[in-house]
């Protein structure tokens, strides 16, 4: 793969781009929500483009019977705040599905899909193995008029995680994330433990069709998570916003090497029109 296409790839993260396809998100649906689904029809990915995408999150959304997922992944400690994001995002999913809106109007009910949220959470923090956050928490605790529940799942590698034993597929990427961190902590550069935790990936024949059809893609990929995720590590606790700030433009650099519009790079980076075009200026010296 080359080209815009492929470089918009590595704005991504590995957890999108690998679950992206449908019978491996359809083992994790499964294994979430403890059901036997076999037919990929079964399955629609509706991801919102443009709304989770940010330094820290990557999101997957999709219905499945009469469930309506989404699925975010954390590299960093996991953001309490969630619930309120959530509400958001599930508000434009859900307005998404009426094709007329007139029928709001209208006296008959409106039928949804399920929804149901979960956190899948690699990062460094100590988390337990599986805990719940509550939109109520941010008012009071009252959740009788509203509320929403996330579920963040623990899936660092070595975790006696029981979801891990349920998809083999999410098994074997807590393994290449896993053994990434090994590397990192064993002194490597990151690109030194991304190449050395592929390559044990490839022998052990773990996520090996993809990995051997993206191998270059996934390291770029986990080469911009690992540093943007460096630099909001920094940033919490340095007290700066020095750290994010680098991750944010390294992100803005990135689409308008490929060409992005304007208003894309400014929805996904927040960034003032007068710096990214500073960037732009950047790149042509």
Not at 54 to 81: A, M, P, R, W, Y
Not at 201 to 212: A, N, V
Request: include cysteine; proline fraction near 2%.
């Amino acid at each position: 793969m080359s080209g815009k296409d492929g470089n918009k790839k590595y704005r991504d993260s590995v957890f999108r781009d690998y679950f992206n396809e449908p019978v491996r998100l359809l083992s994790l649906c499964n294994a979430i929500l403890g059901t036997k689904y076999s037919n990929i029809c079964e399955l629609n990915i509706n991801t919102l483009e443009g709304i989770f995408f940010d330094n820290q999150k990557n999101d997957i959304s999709c219905t499945i019977g009469n469930n309506f997922l989404v699925l975010i992944e954390h590299q960093t400690s996991v953001n309490n705040n969630m619930p309120f994001r959530c509400l958001s995002y599930v508000a434009e999913l859900l307005n998404n599905l009426i094709e007329n809106k007139d029928k709001l109007y209208h006296k008959a009910l409106i039928r949804f899909p399920r929804p149901k949220f979960f956190v899948l959470y690699d990062g460094d923090a100590k988390e337990p193995l599986q805990r719940e956050m509550r939109l109520s928490e941010a008012f009071g605790g009252d959740g009788s008029t509203l509320e929403l529940v996330v579920t963040a799942l623990n899936i660092n590698h070595g975790l006696e995680q029981p979801l891990l034993a349920k998809c083999q597929y999410l098994r074997e990427y807590s393994t290449l994330v896993g053994k990434v961190k090994e590397g990192i902590r064993a002194g490597l550069t990151r690109k030194e433990a991304i190449s050395r935790a592929v390559k044990f990936c490839l022998d052990s024949g773990l996520m090996k069709g993809y990995l051997e059809e993206k191998s270059q893609e996934v390291f770029n990929m986990l080469a911009l998570q690992w540093e943007q995720d460096k630099a909001i590590r920094a940033s919490y606790e340095d007290g700066r916003d020095d750290g994010i700030s680098e991750g944010i433009e390294s992100v803005a650099l990135n689409m308008i090497q490929d060409g992005e519009p304007l208003d894309k790079i400014l929805r996904f980076t927040k960034l003032s029109v007068e710096r990214i075009q500073k960037l732009a200026d950047g790149l042509k010296s």
